[in-house]
């Protein structure tokens, strides 16, 4: 028996933590353990801990019992974590992690230096739901936990066109199909749909976009005071990077948006040459090779210009 379905046949609590702000992999992989394991485990008593996650992944089961209470004052047997790179990256859930009684980390950031008890990362992997793919029997898998699963795939892989796609990330997210889901309104519904406002203020971060590095480089910023005249939240702003990421001639993309006065969350893309995880691990930040993030304080201009040096220094070596 694998290590995960070991640990959770002995809890009979059982806590589930993503990261901050979850997207499509972090709230697939999440949902997907959590009702594996009621349908496999109905005595067990199995909570999900996570910001509120964006509406758009109202299809999946189980959505509306995620919690944000994070002063339960219950400490867990067991506590899975997934898809987070570090324990500061759980926020205040991490209180579940700290006082249960044994531990799991499941995931795929190359910088993840192992937090919990037991550590499985798989940094080769598109997305945390591929590795999860590893501990649940795959026959055992139904149609509710292979649209978590097939939703976190799409989603790390912006609908398999990013490096992390491999065979091997295609045969699981054909056999997530074969269990009858709607995969094309999944990918139109989640992924692709906007909001009129979102796409307000993607137009607006693409009209106001700067180049630099003779246009290896590509930047755009969304303060807060725009976000309040827009009436966005953070989650809207999701996509922006990719969209320009895949301005031509570009190899890094950033960007900004302000949390607090003169407090940026950093969001990276590369194509081909730029490791985004050392650079974002160096402002003391993580992720993945091509995709990665930080935050950083300061004035814009300060933010790209410490950006910008290990870009360039990553750019040259590639040169020699």
Partial sequence: MNRL???TEQAETIAVLGHERPDGDCVGSCLAVCNYIREHYPEKTVQVYLEKPPVKFSYLTNFDQISQDAATGISYDLCICLDSGDRERLGIYGVYLDTARDSICLDHHVTNQGYAAEN???????????VLCEFLDPEQISRQVAECIYTGIIHDTNVFKNSNTTEKTMVLAGKMMSRGIDFSRIIDESFYQKTYVQNQILGRALLESVTFLHGQCIFSVVRKKDMVFYGVESSDLDGIVDQMRVTAGVEVAIFLYETENHVYKVSMRSKNCVDVSR?????????????????MSGS????????SAHIAKQIEEQAR
């Fill in 5 to 7: 379905l070991q640990m």
């Fill in 279 to 295: 650079v974002a691990a160096y402002f003391g930040g993580g992720g993945h090779v091509r995709a990665a993030g930080c935050t």
């Fill in 120 to 130: 499985v990362i798989r940094s080769e992997a598109s997305s945390t739901c591929e």
């Fill in 300 to 307: 814009v201009h300060d933010v790209i210009n410490n950006l």
